[in-house]
């Protein structure tokens, strides 16, 4: 089968690979009729995460059609259709007892690599290293779905993949960033980052009740889209001297109640601080820039909270713990516990109160993946979020 | 040689206890185990099979059964390997399950062929391989079967396959409960 494999930094590409096959009793074979391309996906291509190998099939947002099922596997059956969660969960431990699914304790064959650098191993995950299981991802014609009773969403009503594709990742991602905030009546949130989940981190806050969103980017075409589909007020940094007085003057002083990084560990910024996080990069100092991250928490008001749900990897510098600490602010972060969110999700979209697919600005067979990859990297043809079909 | 590892497992503790003093569920999630028997009353004989093939074997005997708290054994004398080794299970608090906690200790000549054997058996870190063979218990005995990816399903070691299908290799057995 044809399938997206990273083939080393800056290069992933079309590959002959074999089908996959039932390896464990809960196992699903899934035909994939949809995949997207993450922004988490950019940081493989980029280099920034270990343990990947030549080979490598990427992708972990995919939806399509049960061809096999393991013969443990009770609820699902050949031709049912499917959205798979990014997080591979096995429903029995402690971790799926509490939901919290990307912490899944029976996931990651290779747990052992993950806590040497991390201290504990969460779950496993598609096409996202050997650190994370080492497990093929969905950016091909076909995928192993490993506790396939527990994850996978069935869609029975005939809504178009573009619709529902998000479930698996993007959608839940957004809404547990915005979740994490803890909305009350009259809250200002602030989101860093216009890319498709800092998009539906937007359209979640709304959801959950937020008195006003201010959506902070560089790119006139994400800040237009965030403006435009979901309801938000924009800031460009690049045009603004001082980001954190200019959110003070829109929120009456006080600060945003609750501050989304929706960037990560790519950051960019103007400044000195990017300039030293790039420089400490290059030279393997730090891992991680977090530029989107100090001024989430510089600008939070007093009390809020900082979600986290850009993704990050190692290690970063000069993290203001003093501001942290003094001003009482909560840090909430995860990998997105997407069996939690997909039936309360897919119901809201059910009732028409959201159409997650105003995100997708291309759609490319799989074997362009690569050119896919190039236009959300780069930014170009206003690229915001690359939909394959295999 | 000494390592000292903990797991919990989401599973009543008679259960938990019961399933490692069935003896023959040892070899599905402890790696190098090939095959235990039992001999003669509290006595097995232990054949473990190190990643490069080289196979050492031994006897114990099962110093101590306590259900539902604890299992001892100990290498009888003259075995090529002196080991010993205890499981304790307790209740873990809040609901969580069981705690099972292993201690494992062992000597083999420095030099000679079961010297590298023993030495190839339990790896640099013989307290990763303990934790390793916890994990899978684990995973058994919470999910069914021990979880394999395509990097990992002909892992020996730390070597990995790329992340893709395998295609035609040896179909896995994977442990069953």
Known sequence: MKAICWMGRNSVQVEQVPEPRILNARDAIVRITSSAICGSDLH??????????????????????????????????????????????????????????????????NAWMAEKLWGFSPAGIYGYSHLLGGFAGGQAQYARVPFADFGPLKIEDGLPDEQVLFLSDIFPTGYMAAEMCSIRPGDIIAVWGCGPVGQLAIASAFLLGAERVIAIDRFPYRLQMAREQAGAETINYEET??????????????????????????????????????????????????????????????????????????????????????????????????QRYMRPLLERIQRGEIDPSFVITHRLPLEQAPLGYDLFKNKEDECVKVVLKP | MHARKAVTVRRPV????????????????????????????????????????????????????????????QSVEGADVNCSGTVHFRTAPGGRGTEVEVELRYDAPAGGKIGRTVARLFGKDP????????????????????????????????AQRPAQPAGQTRQLEPALR
């Open chain 1, 44 to 109: 493989l291509l980029n280099g920034y995460v270990p343990t990947m190998e030549k080979g490598d099939v990427i992708g972990h947002e995919f939806m399509g059609e049960v061809v096999e099922t393991g013969s443990a596997v009770r609820n699902l059956k050949v031709g049912d259709r499917v959205v798979v969660p990014f997080p591979i969960a096995c429903g029995a431990c402690n971790a799926c007892a509490n939901e919290l699914y990307s912490l899944c304790e029976n996931s990651n064959p």
């Open chain 1, 241 to 338: 001297d001082n980001l954190l007085e200019l959110l003070k003057e829109l929120t009456g002083g006080r600060g945003p109640d609750a501050c989304i990084d929706a960037v990560g560990m790519e950051a960019h910024g103007i400044g000195l601080d990017y300039a030293y996080d790039r420089a400490k990069q290059a030279v393997r100092l730090e891992t991680d820039r977090p530029v989107a991250l100090r001024q989430a928490i510089m600008a939070c008001r007093n009390g809020g909270t900082v979600s986290v749900i850009g993704v990050y990897g190692g290690f970063i510098d000069k993290f203001p713990m003093g501001a942290v600490m003094n001003r009482s602010l909560t840090i909430k972060s995860g990998q997105c516990h997407v």
């Open chain 2, 127 to 158: 307290g990763q391989q303990v934790e390793q063979d916890l994990r899978r218990f684990k995973q058994v005995l919470e999910t069914g079967e021990v979880i394999v990816s395509d990097a990992t399903m002909t892992a020996k070691g730390a």
């Open chain 2, 14 to 73: 008679e259960e938990v206890y019961r399933y490692w003093r069935d003896f023959q569920n040892l070899p599905g999630f402890m790696d190098h185990l090939r095959s235990i028997h039992a001999t003669f009353e509290k006595r097995y004989h232990w054949v473990a099979v190190a990643p490069n093939g080289d196979r050492a074997e031994w006897d114990v005997e099962l110093v101590e059964d306590v259900p539902n708290e604890r299992i001892a054994w």
